[in-house]
């Protein structure tokens, strides 16, 4: 049996691209722009996208650090 053919052959995952240190930069600084962003939303911008002032502000307090990494741009 021939490897492509076997049963117990699974496809592995493929590697997760790393970001460069520019584009790290680049996603931190976007994060840390759209928290202060969401911070200054009134009561009916956050109603219309469905989040509360405390979530709002939850995500605002969080640090620039702690940015998603499934964002590639």
Do not use: N, Y
């Amino acid at each position: 049996m021939t490897p492509a053919t076997s049963s117990r052959c699974t496809p592995r995952p493929a590697a997760k691209p790393q970001l460069s240190l520019a584009a790290r930069l680049r996603l931190h600084l976007k994060v840390w722009t759209q928290r202060r962003q969401l911070a200054k939303l009134d009561a009916r911008a956050l109603d219309d996208i469905g989040v509360t002032r405390t979530e709002a502000d939850a995500e605002a307090r969080r640090g620039f650090w702690s940015a998603p990494d499934h964002w590639s741009r």
